[in-house]
């Protein structure tokens, strides 16, 4: 069975750091690509970026680029995502997305969701 963990949200002033987790278990996670998506009441879920099953990292939202990360611990089937200098506007719930090998930006094709964990930055 598969499973999609994610944790590390938080409230955090604008300009801080939080570092959220996605932990997998029941998956090729060594050929699995994960991705970050958002939503905010009211909008679409937004794709953030991804990490794929080579290690290599897709941004989608053009806003975080020089700001966010993604990494990998293929030992403990966990992906990352480091935010810096945060901004109120990525005030959203975060949702850890996995599918083989390759990313997509259409969230439609990740059978494989966490429950989400909850951003706020404050002004």
């Known amino acids: 069975q598969v499973q999609v963990v994610e944790s590390g949200g938080g409230l955090v002033q604008a300009g801080g750091s939080l570092r959220l987790s996605c932990t997998t278990s029941g998956l090729k996670f060594r050929t699995t690509a994960v991705a970050w998506f958002r939503r905010t009441p009211g909008a679409e879920r937004e794709g953030v970026l991804c990490?794929?099953?080579?290690?290599?990292?897709?941004y989608w939202a053009a806003s975080v680029k020089g700001r966010f990360t993604i990494s990998r611990d293929l030992a403990a089937n966990t992906v990352y995502l480091q935010m810096n200098n945060l901004e109120p506007n990525d005030t959203a719930m975060y949702y850890c997305?996995?599918?083989?090998?390759?990313?997509?930006?259409?969230?439609?094709?990740?059978?494989?969701w966490g429950q989400g964990t909850q951003v706020t930055v404050s002004s």
């Open positions: 990490i794929d099953w080579a290690g290599e990292t897709v």
């Open positions: 997305a996995a599918r083989d090998a390759n990313c997509a930006r259409n969230s439609m094709v990740y059978p494989d």
